[in-house]
């Protein structure tokens, strides 16, 4: 399974992106579906998951700003308002099958003052 990530680049801050992540081929329809965050000098840090049933989950700094979706074809997406300079970093999805962890390859979001 190969997840390609688009929508990255470079925003003031205040502003929006929206971030995508399909996978190529048909799949099984995962279990969760997540966005991870690294910034330079930092691990990896989850930021938004939805499961199968549309449960969502946020970390707490992301709440009332990001908004995490799925579509019938398993791309997830990631609405991003409000944008801050601490939310600059790569931009990586993964997708939960079968117990499985798959992760795209990052896409950049910087964020200036």
């Known amino acids: 399974v190969q997840l390609v990530e688009s929508g990255g680049g470079l925003v003031q801050a205040g502003g929006s992106l929206r971030l995508s992540c399909a996978a190529s081929?048909?799949?099984?329809?995962?279990?969760?579906m997540a966005w991870y965050r690294q910034a330079p000098g930092e691990e990896r840090q989850f930021l938004a998951g939805?499961?199968?049933?549309?449960?969502t989950k946020y970390e707490d700094s992301v709440k009332g700003r990001f908004t995490i979706s799925r579509d019938l074809a398993n791309t997830v997406y990631l609405q991003m308002n409000s944008l801050k300079p601490e939310d600059t970093g790569v931009y990586y999805c993964?997708?939960?099958?079968?117990?499985?962890?798959?992760w795209g390859q990052g896409t950049q979001v910087t964020v200036s003052f």
């Open positions: 993964k997708f939960v099958i079968r117990s499985v962890d798959y």
């Open positions: 081929g048909t799949i099984i329809s995962p279990v969760v």
């Open positions: 939805i499961y199968s049933n549309g449960f």
